[in-house]
């Protein structure tokens, strides 16, 4: 089965189209770049993955449940999808509002009821994971843009999502901070979970994408390759290098 399938999805904002009739199927374990101009509806997506936003027409099926308004007006239900996909922001500061870093990872785990023992542990192992156990006591508010990202990744991951979506992770990161964070979502991959992750640079993303979901400025999926088939396409690669 299917972890994800999408079909003839349409969304549609008050006065703007965002995704335009999308067919499309992710399985578990995909590590999955979408990639597109500005406002070609990457963002959008993510938001319907997660359950943040339903669709204005069409079907969207998380492991073959339909994903309504109606299924998600149902907290339990809602909060079990919350819990099985982790969404990190493109912008970071609507993610973050906690006192301290370690309040804000622990946040997650504590809505789930976990125990005290095991809300340490998960904050312990999610700041180190990320790169964040020497940022711990300081207010996420007043962190670097590329912290505040990587604290962010930890509050995700410590609720231990089997999917990961990232919008435009590596937007203000350094190019080591990139780099590093690209292994880690590589690891995360190999670790088992899916990861889908909007990117518009194709440069920064080559090397870990295995399938590039390209949107055209339409809102519609213009191209869905695999990297090995992506590699053997030096124009296909050129265009996206101009996104
Ligand atoms: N809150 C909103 N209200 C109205 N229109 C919106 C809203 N958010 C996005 N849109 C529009 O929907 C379309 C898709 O936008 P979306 O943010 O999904 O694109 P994107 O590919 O993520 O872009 P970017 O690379 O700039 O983040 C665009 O035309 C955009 O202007």
Do not use: W
Not at 4 to 13: D, F, R
Not at 84 to 96: A, E, M, R
Not at 230 to 235: G, M, N, S, V
């Amino acid at each position: 089965m299917p972890l994800m399938t999408l079909e003839q999805l349409s969304y549609n904002y008050p006065n703007t189209q965002g995704l335009d009739h999308l067919d499309l199927t992710i399985q578990t374990g995909e590590f999955v770049c979408l990639l597109g101009p500005n406002g070609s509806g990457k963002s959008t997506l993510l938001r319907i993955l997660s359950g943040l936003a339903t669709a204005s027409t069409g079907t969207y099926r998380f492991n073959d449940q339909a994903i309504t308004a109606d299924y998600l007006r149902d907290a339990t239900k809602r909060q079990q999808l919350h819990q099985q996909i982790g969404l990190v922001f493109q912008n970071t500061d609507v993610q973050l509002f906690n006192p301290s870093v370690t309040e804000e990872v622990a946040f997650g785990p504590r809505q789930l009821g976990l125990s005290t023992a095991e809300v340490t542990q998960r904050v312990t192992d999610c700041l180190a994971l990320t790169d964040c156990t020497e940022l711990r006591e300081r207010v996420p508010y007043q962190l670097s843009g590329g912290e505040k990202k990587r604290v962010a990744l930890a509050s995700v991951l410590a609720l231990n999502p089997s999917v990961l979506l990232l919008d435009e992770p590596l937007n203000g990161l350094t190019i080591a901070a990139q780099q590093q964070l690209l292994t880690l979502l590589s690891r995360l991959q190999a670790a088992g979970k899916t990861i889908i992750m909007a990117s518009h640079n194709f440069q920064q993303v080559q090397a870990v994408g295995q399938r590039f979901i390209i949107f055209n400025s339409a809102h519609q999926i213009d191209a869905d390759v695999a990297g090995s088939v992506l590699a053997t396409q030096p124009e296909r690669q050129a265009q996206l290098m101009t996104l």
